[in-house]
T-cell receptor, first 113, second 113 residues
């Protein structure tokens, strides 16, 4: 079945540091890929998505590129802020299946001033 | 305006009790979902409804019974609560079953004592 593997957290960075959160996936079809963010005490929000190979999703300074050859969708940001502290979920949706997202286990990001 | 709302936000109760969680979305979406997030942040789909009809029912104990009075509302009733039911329950919606992006509510934090 489909699965998503994320790097374990927490990831702890200083403000303005470069962020990478790794995500790899396994899917039988041609999935769409997502990053969701969960701020403390809130529900998940869509951060960015990519629907086909080589697409780049971007939002709020975050970027991720759909790499079919390495089955990866790593999240990057050039300069993190304290307000980016949250849990980040990588997910895939198999457009040949039920469309219900399969979520990774989440990676907690803590940014210190 | 809140897109997906849930009540209550917090629920503390004794083992054996029966409780309900309510969810409403004002996005005009056709499809709604219930997810359970455990203490390690793992997110698991429980149910999905499309236009008031149950379309996905994952392996969930019979003590959990969803009800959708109309397509804007999806409630979750839990009978005979157990310690292991303690978790955060998220409601979500999407435009339709084939729309991948999900919109989450703020969550209901259930603690069973």
């Amino acid at each position: 079945g489909d699965s998503v593997t994320q790097m374990e957290g927490p990831v702890t960075l200083s403000e303005e540091a470069f962020l990478t959160i790794n995500c790899t996936y396994t899917a039988t079809g041609y999935p769409s890929l997502f990053w969701y963010v969960q701020y403390p005490g809130e529900g998940l929000q869509l951060l960015l998505k990519a629907t086909k190979a080589d697409d780049k999703g971007s939002n709020k300074g975050f970027e991720a590129t759909y790499r079919k050859e390495t089955t990866s969708f790593h999240l990057e940001k050039g300069s993190v802020q304290v307000s980016d502290s949250a849990v980040y979920f990588c997910a895939l949706s198999d457009t040949g299946g039920s469309y219900i997202p399969t979520f990774g286990r989440g990676t907690s990001l803590i940014v210190h001033p | 305006d809140t897109a997906v709302s849930q009540t209550p936000k917090y629920l503390v109760t004794q083992m054996g009790n029966d409780k309900s969680i309510k969810c409403e979305q004002n996005l005009g979406h056709d499809t709604m979902y219930w997810y359970k997030q455990d203490s390690k942040k793992f997110l698991k789909i429980m149910f999905s409804y499309n236009n008031k009809e149950l379309i996905i029912n994952e392996t969930v104990p019979n003590r959990f019974s969803p009800k959708s009075p109309d397509k804007a509302h999806l409630n979750l009733h839990i009978n005979s609560l157990e310690l292991g039911d303690s978790a955060v329950y998220f409601c979500a919606s999407s435009l339709r079953t084939t729309e991948e992006t999900q919109y989450f509510g703020p969550g209901t934090r259930l603690l069973v004592l």
